[in-house]
C-alpha cells in the first residue's frame, strides 16, 4: 500500500526541471531521498506540498489532490529546509495560531518535546540558534498527527546527541504502520539508521528507488593497494590515492587477503561511488 504516489510530475523552471519523475512511498515505511546539491530534491518536496505549480498527478491514499487539497493537505506534515514561520515571534504566540489551525494538535506532546529539548517559550524564535530552529519546526510537524511526515534536512545544524532523539521520534512516528514518511538529507549516516527505502536524484530525475538492504548488501566497497585487471572489470566509481584504490563493486567473488580489505558500503559509500559511476545502477 502507498500514502502518495506521485506520477510523470514535471516541474519546468527553463535551466532545470522535474521530467515526467515517478515515485510510491509505502505505508509504515521511511524512505530517504538523497542527491548532490541541486538535484531537485526540494523542488519535489515543493511540488508535493503544492508550494510550486507541477504538472502529472499526485494521489493520497489513491485519491487526487485535485478537488481533495484542503483534506489531503491537512493530513501532510512537513519541515521545509527552511523555517516557514514568522521568526518574530515567541512559541508562547506561535502555537496558539497553530492549534488554531490544527484543532487536533497533541498539545501535551507540544510542551513534551520542547521540554525534551530545552527550547525556551519566552526567547522569540528569532534567537533561536539555527539548531534549535530545525528542532522546533519537528516538533510542530510531530505533534500534528499527520500521516505522512515530509522532512527536508531536518538534522542539519543539530548537534548528534539530539540528532539520535530525532531519529528515535520518526521511528515512533513510523510504528503506526499506516503512515509514512519521506526524509531528504545530506547526512547519510541518519539513514543508515532508520530507513527503509532508498531514492536518488540527479538531474532532476529519479536514478535508484530500492530497499536499503538491496542497495547496501548488492555491492561491496573493496580497498586495495593495487587494481587488477580482473577487479578493473567489475570496478564501479574507482577512488585513487596514495595509499591504492577504493571501488565499489557487484562482483562477491573478489576475496580480503594481502593489501586488499572488503566490506558493505554505507549508503554515503555506495552514493559517491554510484555518483562517479551511473553504469553501477542497475541492481
Given at each position: 500500500m502507498?500514502?502518495?504516489?506521485?506520477?510523470?510530475?514535471?516541474?519546468?523552471?527553463?535551466?532545470?526541471?522535474?521530467?515526467?519523475?515517478?515515485?510510491?512511498l509505502?505505508?509504515?515505511?521511511?524512505?530517504?531521498?538523497?542527491?548532490?546539491?541541486?538535484?531537485?530534491?526540494?523542488?519535489?518536496?515543493?511540488a508535493?506540498?503544492?508550494?510550486?505549480?507541477?504538472?502529472?498527478?499526485?494521489?493520497?491514499?489513491?485519491k487526487?489532490?485535485?478537488?481533495?487539497?484542503?483534506?489531503?493537505?491537512?493530513?501532510?506534515?512537513?519541515?521545509?529546509?527552511?523555517?516557514?514561520?514568522?521568526?518574530?515571534?515567541?512559541?508562547?504566540?506561535?502555537?496558539k495560531?497553530?492549534?488554531?489551525?490544527?484543532?487536533?494538535?497533541?498539545?501535551?506532546k507540544?510542551?513534551?518535546?520542547?521540554?525534551?529539548?530545552?527550547?525556551?517559550?519566552?526567547?522569540?524564535?528569532?534567537?533561536?540558534?539555527?539548531?534549535?530552529?530545525?528542532?522546533?519546526?519537528?516538533?510542530?510537524?510531530?505533534?500534528?498527527?499527520?500521516?505522512?511526515?515530509?522532512?527536508?534536512?531536518?538534522?542539519?545544524?543539530?548537534?548528534?546527541?539530539?540528532?539520535?532523539?530525532?531519529?528515535?521520534?520518526?521511528?515512533?512516528f513510523?510504528?503506526?504502520?499506516?503512515?509514512?514518511v519521506?526524509?531528504?538529507?545530506?547526512?547519510?549516516?541518519?539513514?543508515?539508521?532508520?530507513?527503509?527505502?532508498?531514492?536518488m536524484?540527479?538531474?532532476?530525475?529519479?536514478?535508484?528507488?530500492c530497499?536499503?538492504?538491496?542497495?547496501?548488501?548488492?555491492?561491496?566497497?573493496?580497498?586495495?593497494?593495487?587494481?587488477?585487471?580482473e577487479?578493473?572489470?567489475?570496478?564501479?566509481?574507482?577512488?585513487?590515492?596514495?595509499?591504492?584504490?577504493?571501488?565499489?563493486?557487484?562482483?562477491?567473488?573478489i576475496?580480503?587477503?594481502?593489501?586488499?580489505?572488503?566490506?558493505?558500503?554505507?549508503?554515503?559509500?555506495?552514493?559517491?561511488h554510484?555518483?562517479?559511476?551511473?553504469?553501477?545502477?542497475?541492481?
Amino acid at each position: 500500500m502507498y500514502g502518495l504516489e506521485i506520477e510523470n510530475l514535471c516541474v519546468d523552471f527553463g535551466s532545470f526541471k522535474l521530467d515526467n519523475l515517478n515515485l510510491k512511498l509505502r505505508r509504515g515505511c521511511i524512505t530517504g531521498l538523497i542527491g548532490r546539491n541541486g538535484c531537485g530534491k526540494t523542488t519535489l518536496i515543493s511540488a508535493i506540498m503544492r508550494q510550486l505549480e507541477a504538472g502529472g498527478s499526485i494521489l493520497y491514499n489513491g485519491k487526487p489532490y485535485k478537488g481533495n487539497e484542503a483534506d489531503i493537505m491537512y493530513s501532510l506534515a512537513c519541515v521545509f529546509d527552511k523555517p516557514h514561520f514568522n521568526a518574530n515571534l515567541k512559541p508562547k504566540k506561535l502555537i496558539k495560531i497553530y492549534n488554531a489551525v490544527y484543532p487536533d494538535l497533541d498539545l501535551g506532546k507540544y510542551y513534551s518535546l520542547m521540554d525534551k529539548f530545552r527550547l525556551p517559550h519566552e526567547l522569540k524564535l528569532s534567537k533561536y540558534s539555527f539548531g534549535m530552529q530545525r528542532k522546533y519546526c519537528l516538533i510542530l510537524a510531530l505533534c500534528r498527527n499527520a500521516d505522512i511526515l515530509i522532512l527536508d534536512e531536518p538534522t542539519s545544524g543539530v548537534d548528534p546527541y539530539d540528532r539520535g532523539e530525532i531519529m528515535d521520534m520518526v521511528q515512533e512516528f513510523i510504528m503506526d504502520e499506516n503512515r509514512t514518511v519521506l526524509f531528504s538529507t545530506h547526512v547519510t549516516a541518519d539513514l543508515d539508521k532508520i530507513a527503509d527505502y532508498i531514492v536518488m536524484m540527479d538531474g532532476g530525475k529519479i536514478i535508484l528507488d530500492c530497499d536499503k538492504e538491496t542497495l547496501t548488501d548488492g555491492y561491496r566497497l573493496v580497498q586495495c593497494e593495487t587494481l587488477t585487471p580482473e577487479m578493473q572489470a567489475s570496478a564501479i566509481g574507482v577512488q585513487k590515492s596514495m595509499f591504492g584504490y577504493v571501488f565499489l563493486t557487484r562482483d562477491k567473488t573478489i576475496k580480503a587477503g594481502e593489501g586488499v580489505k572488503i566490506k558493505v558500503p554505507t549508503i554515503e559509500e555506495a552514493f559517491v561511488h554510484l555518483q562517479m559511476d551511473k553504469r553501477g545502477l542497475e541492481l
